[in-house]
């Protein structure tokens, strides 16, 4: 039988033309982080085992990869009591681990507020299902050392911009704050040991609805008292809420007596995002039982939604603690992470390629010195070219070199001796 020749399960090939494509949604977002002040740096597809265990991840250090010891003997692999205790490097599973150990390295290198861009792929031993691999790009930017507001203003800002610059209608980045979100759970009457715990069934409240996050928190014997008071403001008449980012608005969606200091903040990141979109159009709204799943968010966490899609498209939050598991003195830090693969699917850019795209299809006699004179001539004038040896039925090639980008086509024959002497014939025409 002969064996299978496909990629490994959850991981893809691109051919040619889907690749350009990728790319070209790649180079927008790229250059539109870099219009709103952000460098882009890379770190390694691996680190330190011990670093992507560390309680950093989250759910998804359960999905790393683990990457085996060099000279494993048939003793150590007895002696081992776990897995990891056979490995010692893994594939990154996200962007922002790798983020703050390079903040943490090269810290005396960087300005006191630095803005990064990573565009890089990541691996996660997903179950592989549509819009979830194994191996998937990340496009985030990070702003590490501000701990302000404004942190929080340049990242949606620049990511409300891309999203318009990739065409993509119809998104809303929905805005929380994690401390918002433990005032609120104490004023109901939740204690704070169990408010981790009690965000995990909050977390499901778009897909079990008001009723069912009260049921599976029943279930899972948390007090009756603060359960029936989230029960009856999650039931409650829905109030009538000016439209906008408002402090006002912030309130109405609360219960009463919860953290005015971060509605006051989160207010003025409304009015600020709204403000530099102008005739954009708002983006952003205030959802107030948004929660990512991510542990170590310790401020203001976001998420982009789609109307057709039943996941986000991209999210991210403020992690204070996370750079100080590795320097031993808190950084402030905020990052925004889009989902490449998810958000890829629904772009439609045109291909912006040069017309100057051309392939030299050549008679077997020419001499290849000839072929490489000719070509090299043709790239000094900035142009795109490719050799094609004649075949026996030209058509086929035509629609091949059509398909990959090309726009015309000379025939190269024994007497060709100088650009000037090709006839250069348009593929649509063919």
Known sequence: MASTVNPPRGMRDFLPAEKARRERVLGVIRDSYRAHGFDEIETPVMEDSSRLHAGLGGDNEKLAFAVMKRGLTAEKLQAASEALDLADLGLRFDLTVPLARFYASHRAELPKVF??????????????????????MQCDIDIMGEAGIGAEIELISATAATLDALGIAGCTIRVNDRRLLTSALSVLGFPAKEHDAVLITVDKLDKLGADGVVAELRERAFPDEPVAALAAFLQRPQPEIKPGFTADAIRAALPEGVNEAVIAELATLGHAVEAGR???????????WLVRGMGYYTGAIFEVA??????????????????????????PAVGFSLGFERLVDLVELADTQSDDQLALVYDTEVDPATLVRLQAELIREGKRVRLEARPRKLP????QLRES??????????DSDSVASLEFKPLSAQ
């Open 115 to 136: 803005r990064a861009i990573q565009m890089a792929p990541v691996w996660r031993a997903e179950r592989p299902q549509k819009g979830r691999y194994r191996q998937f």
């Open 278 to 288: 102008g005739t954009a159009g708002a983006l952003i709204e205030f959802d107030p």
């Open 306 to 331: 789609h109307p057709s899609l039943g996941y986000s498209l991209g999210g991210g939050g403020r992690y204070d603690g996370m750079i100080g598991r590795f320097l031993g003195s808190d950084v």
């Open 396 to 399: 086929p090639l035509l629609d």
């Open 405 to 414: 980008g090309f726009t015309s086509f000379a025939t190269v024959r024994a």
